[in-house]
């Protein structure tokens, strides 16, 4: 949530003005214009107003609502992840500066769409994992880019396959991360028209009498923003700065570094909102090549983000594995089934996108493991509104000892040992300073931009206290893997550090 776009309903921004408020303006105006006979009749009558307005909102929801685990039985599942897609660049969470996602908003508003989802790591493979595994990087091992799934994991395509589904993944990145479970599984490195060209073709061969389980995840908003084509030249005509949509022309300004001004940063805007558009259209492209092909009734769709994007908004950092904050962490989510989810609801509540794989299950009635980090949804799209409090959200950053939590509208980063990452390649010492605790109202701060940690103790402490309780006892996987040569080369070429 970098406060782009208008505050809107269920966000960190949104304050309700409250019923008192609006009362006490009618009353003065009721006092001023009526005879003084009846105004005690007119008082009671406000009285018993005021007085159905507090039942109105502690009561129960007018309609009992409808039952939904295992309410999918049998239906099919179409896991839709795009890389590096910040939820604050989608209509569907109020960005109205570009036309970025009529697409993925549609998508979005056929099921319910979740307002503050957080990713568990701004990075491709550990982020992925957690939603496959619904364990934190730490609980399945994948914690950093290059890392494989361990061969006794149960994922969603291992549970659906045991399940008698049909499993299908086209991948644009995370090729090489042992996934098993898969009974077609093709990598194109980047090449999302090559993905859904393929996706397309075993959708269509699919036995129609056994339901099936389709991933495809598309290289989408990823940098150099290649997606985007030349979208960003017409958006911002005119530009002769620095930046391109070349990988060439961004990293300089992370290993150099060289410094952005305004007009830079307009540019690199339009660089990543063309992106954006560009992975909105093979959305929209894949699902209406799935919808002509006959394979969208009873389909469960999951539309999901690994995470966002920096784009220079903290330590000049553009990209997004080293970051610990809202622009990569928050992202779009959303999940839908025609005749059983109420189409355009949204869920206010902090989700985590290892919640998925729980609700999924819940849904389709498949049983889930005995070891799961995330909880189960079914609740929320069952009454989608936003009475119930919040639990607290948690990100995970490799095998360091970094954590963010999220709780309400308090965010801490923690980072015990001060440790300094180095985010790409080739990029100079302590570029990306991240301090031992930073604490931020969003509600007062989107941006994150103002460390409280110093002023707020008793806050720090608390949460920094829900980051331990939560990870002590839990399982961890978390080890140093040998990536091969040729792969680490592969990632070094995304801009990322191989380990
Ligand atoms: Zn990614």
Known sequence: ?????????????????????????DRATIRSSIDPMTTRRLLLLVLFLILLSCRGKDAPAPKAAKPLTGAAKGWNVILLTVDTLRADRLGAYGYKARPNSPNVDSQ??????????????????????????????????????????????????????????????FLSNMCQANHQGWDAFACSGGQDGKDIRRALEWAHGVDPHRPFLLWVHLFGAHPPYYNGGDG???????????LGPRKKLLDPVMTKPIALDARDVQHLDALYDAAVQGSDRISGALLQGLKDA????????????????????????????????????????????????????????????????????????????????????????????????SLPAFSEYGSSTIHTVLQDNWKLVHNPDGISPV????????????????????????????????????RVAELSGL???????????????KVPEKLQEELKSLGYVAH
Request: glycine share 10%; net charge neutral; aromatic share 8%.
């Open 423 to 458: 985010c790409i390649p080739d990029a100079p010492p302590n570029h990306y300073p991240i301090a031992k605790e930073e604490l931020y109202d969003l509600s007062r701060d989107p941006g994150e931009k103002e460390n409280l940690a110093a002023r707020e103790p008793a």
């Open 108 to 169: 979005l508003a056929s099921g319910v769409t979740f307002d503050n989802a957080m990713s568990q790591r701004a990075s491709t493979w550990p982020s992925l994992a957690s939603v496959l595994t619904g364990l934190y990087p730490s609980g399945h091992g994948v914690n950093e880019n290059g890392y494989g799934f361990p061969d006794d994991l149960p994922t969603l395509p291992k549970l659906l396959h045991a399940a008698g589904y049909q499993t299908g993944a």
């Open 294 to 389: 006959g394979r969208l009734d009873r389909t469960v769709i999951l539309f999901a983000a690994d995470h966002g994007e920096e784009l220079y908004q903290h330590n000049r950092y553009l990209y997004h594995s080293c970051s610990v904050y809202q622009t990569t962490l928050h992202v779009p989510l959303g999940l839908s089934a025609p005749g059983l989810i109420p189409a355009g609801a949204r869920v206010p509540q902090i989700v985590e996108l290892i919640d998925l794989l729980p609700t999924l299950l819940d849904l389709l009635g498949v049983a889930k493991p005995a070891e799961q980090h995330g909880k189960s949804l079914i609740s929320y799209l069952e009454q989608p509104d936003g009475r119930r409090r």
């Open 232 to 242: 960003a030249e017409k958006m911002d005509p005119g530009y002769q700065g620095p």
């Open 1 to 25: 949530m970098a406060g782009r776009g208008p505050a809107r309903k269920g966000s960190f921004l949104y304050r309700d003005p409250g019923w008192e408020g609006k009362v006490r303006a």
């Open 467 to 481: 980051i331990q309780r939560r990870f002590a006892g839990l399982r961890n996987r978390v080890r140093q893997q």
